[in-house]
């Protein structure tokens, strides 16, 4: 059985069935560090399965919020592990994630970044292009969230470096097609609830639709996170 480092920021509650899942195949050593207060991640009850080792690691900010962040611990920790395999999540903005890509190259580990390519870039430069460039050309294989992150990077890197692993969230209670009518007029809202998720303004539409009497439309919205708060002090009539 193949060993595995999956190497994350912080814990989320929507990959923890990912990686119940991943444990099934694997031995799998998850690396992450405590999520900041209020960052829209929350702390998440881990789960005891005796193909998981659960490592939390400290990160340290030697030059401010923006760049240089770095888990202290993380290279020592794999050089223990030794891994077969290492799953990162893509932050160039990481000290600790250059140095895993070149550590994998020198110790010939294969290296899965996973993240948002340029897809968030309207206009990504030339530096950022070239950036990419280096981190495909480190990795074994980039693992893109959506078919659109595969895209914004199909220009510069080739297409069987790049590979779809689609960013979901497990339903554990799915309404099954006969139990619709299809008639149902709700909107559901599925993310964190952090600056510029747009939920507010679709708050504010939906009852300003709800007032003219157009439709009689219901909002469900399912996340957490900075602005719950807020969104719990909405009423839509």
């Known amino acids: 059985m193949k060993k595995v480092c999956f190497i ?3 814990i989320t509650s929507y990959i923890l069935p990912l990686l119940r899942g991943m444990a099934e195949g694997c031995k799998l050593d998850v690396v992450y560090s ?20 659960w490592t939390k ?3 340290i900010f030697p030059f401010g919020k923006y760049f240089g962040m770095y888990q202290m611990g993380i290279i020592i920790h794999i050089l223990k592990f030794r891994p077969d395999i290492i799953v990162i999540f893509s932050n160039p903005r990481y000290l600790s994630f250059w140095f895993i890509l070149f550590l994998g ?3 010939k580990i294969e290296v899965y970044p996973r993240g948002h390519g340029l897809v ?3 206009k990504p430069s030339k530096l950022i292009k070239l950036v990419y460039r280096i981190i495909i050309g480190l990795s074994t294989k980039y693992l893109c969230y959506t078919v659109s992150i595969k895209d914004s990077l199909s220009n510069i890197a080739k297409e069987e470096l790049l590979l779809v692993d ?5 339903n554990s209670l799915p309404v099954i097609p006969k139990e619709k009518t299809g008639c ?16 507010e303004e679709l708050i504010n539409a939906i009852s300003i639709l709800r007032l003219q009497r157009r439709n009689n439309i219901e909002l469900h919205i399912i996340g957490d996170g900075p602005l719950s708060d807020i969104v719990l002090s909405f009423t839509v009539r």
Do not use: D, Q, W
Not at 166 to 170: A, D, H, P, V
Not at 185 to 193: E, Y
């Open 8 to 10: 994350y920021p912080h």
């Open 34 to 53: 405590p999520a900041p207060i209020k960052a829209g991640f929350g702390e998440h009850k881990l789960f005891n399965h005796p193909n998981i080792t």
């Open 57 to 59: 690691l400290r990160t």
């Open 105 to 107: 190259k020198i110790l």
């Open 120 to 122: 968030k870039k309207k």
């Open 166 to 170: 689609n960013n979901t969230l497990y």
């Open 184 to 199: 149902e007029s709700g909107i559901f809202f599925i993310g964190r609830l952090r600056e510029r998720c747009g939920v």
